[in-house]
């Protein structure tokens, strides 16, 4: 018993940390004075290439062979995977941070419908309950949008969403991938599509480059990291329950460190959306057995 209540708390602790690294992504955004693809571009690099290295380490081999010999459903989810990466950060750009965090917590509810229409799995009228007052709260927080740039940002969020959302069901429906091999990939194609639209590649500095490495080994290599190895040691209910925690952190680091105060609109509408996320998680997580993440 304390070996498996030490296993436990480590669980929980690594998927915090991991949340915690997750929300810090609008932190780097607004640190960093360049384009989006200039951003997107070193993120990627580094990221993937601490993805890369976790996989080989942790599996010899098979990762790199997961690497070089990736399946059609591989780039399937790593494709997905790179059009979230590319509308996240000038989602960030062009509309709040709250705005965006928001939009990102309803993630669950539309895999849900996208698994019911693809995969045909039932959704339980709790869930659909939770969708409800989820998507009331995403209407409240943008129907206090203003400006053009405001409205791509928020369409820019949306589409990020989606784009996980169907990549969560292809993991689900091709359970053989690698998620830590197709994420590394994703960061590497982000990269690469990146090339011909950055602007400010050749303005980077040494101390913007160690900012830049931080942003991409902290927020994208350490972040999945931690959370693999901390879902491996809880049900996968209560690890995606403490994800969430990514949500309300998000807002609350550029309120921190740049003043950006969230709207009444977006904290009404997230209070809405965040409830309809933890209930919904909590009573998914009392129903659930153990599964350990493959890596």
């Given at each position: 018993?304390?070996?498996v209540?030490?296993?436990h708390?480590?669980?929980v602790?690594l998927i915090?940390?991991?949340?915690v690294?997750?929300?810090t992504?609008?932190?780097?955004?607004r640190l960093?004075q360049?384009?989006?693809?200039?951003?997107?571009?070193?993120?990627?690099l580094?990221?993937?290439g601490?993805?890369?290295?976790?996989?080989v380490?942790?599996?010899?081999?098979?990762?790199?062979?997961?690497?070089?010999?990736?399946?059609?459903?591989?780039?399937?989810?790593?494709g997905?995977?790179?059009?979230?990466?590319?509308?996240?950060?000038?989602?960030l750009?062009?509309?709040?941070?709250?705005?965006?965090?928001?939009?990102i917590?309803?993630?669950p509810?539309?895999?849900?419908a996208?698994?019911?229409?693809?995969?045909r799995?039932?959704?339980?009228?709790?869930t659909?309950?939770?969708?409800?007052?989820a998507?009331?709260?995403?209407?409240?927080?943008?129907?206090?949008?203003?400006?053009?740039?405001?409205?791509?940002?928020i369409g820019?969020?949306?589409?990020?969403?989606?784009?996980?959302?169907?990549?969560?069901v292809?993991?689900?429906?091709?359970?053989?991938?690698?998620?830590?091999a197709a994420?590394?990939?994703?960061n590497f194609?982000?990269?690469?599509?990146?090339?011909?639209f950055?602007q400010?590649?050749?303005?980077v500095?040494?101390?913007?480059?160690?900012?830049?490495?931080?942003?991409?080994?902290?927020?994208?290599?350490?972040?999945?990291?931690?959370?693999?190895?901390g879902?491996?040691?809880?049900?996968?209910?209560?690890a995606s329950?403490?994800?969430?925690?990514?949500?309300?952190?998000?807002?609350?680091?550029v309120?921190?460190?740049?003043a950006?105060?969230p709207?009444?609109?977006?904290l009404?509408g997230?209070?809405?959306v965040?409830?309809?996320?933890?209930?919904?998680?909590?009573?998914?997580?009392r129903?659930?057995?153990?599964?350990?993440?493959?890596?």
């Amino acid at each position: 018993m304390p070996e498996v209540t030490s296993q436990h708390r480590t669980g929980v602790a690594l998927i915090v940390a991991a949340a915690v690294a997750w929300s810090t992504a609008p932190f780097f955004t607004r640190l960093l004075q360049f384009d989006s693809w200039t951003i997107l571009f070193w993120r990627g690099l580094f990221g993937g290439g601490v993805i890369a290295l976790v996989l080989v380490v942790m599996q010899g081999r098979r990762g790199v062979r997961d690497l070089i010999a990736m399946r059609p459903s591989g780039w399937l989810v790593a494709g997905l995977s790179t059009v979230g990466m590319v509308t996240f950060i000038p989602a960030l750009q062009l509309t709040s941070v709250a705005n965006v965090a928001v939009i990102i917590a309803v993630q669950p509810f539309a895999a849900a419908a996208i698994a019911w229409i693809w995969l045909r799995e039932t959704v339980r009228p709790r869930t659909l309950l939770a969708s409800v007052v989820a998507f009331a709260g995403v209407v409240v927080t943008v129907s206090g949008a203003g400006g053009i740039g405001d409205y791509r940002g928020i369409g820019l969020a949306c589409l990020m969403m989606l784009a996980l959302s169907i990549m969560t069901v292809a993991i689900r429906r091709h359970r053989e991938t690698s998620m830590v091999a197709a994420a590394a990939l994703s960061n590497f194609l982000g990269s690469l599509v990146s090339i011909p639209f950055a602007q400010g590649l050749g303005s980077v500095t040494a101390a913007n480059l160690g900012v830049l490495a931080l942003f991409g080994i902290c927020q994208v290599g350490l972040g999945l990291t931690l959370f693999t190895l901390g879902s491996r040691l809880l049900p996968s209910g209560q690890a995606s329950l403490i994800a969430t925690l990514e949500t309300p952190l998000m807002p609350f680091w550029v309120w921190l460190a740049f003043a950006e105060v969230p709207s009444v609109r977006a904290l009404v509408g997230g209070t809405l959306v965040m409830g309809a996320v933890v209930a919904d998680i909590a009573a998914e997580r009392r129903t659930q057995p153990v599964q350990p993440a493959e890596w």
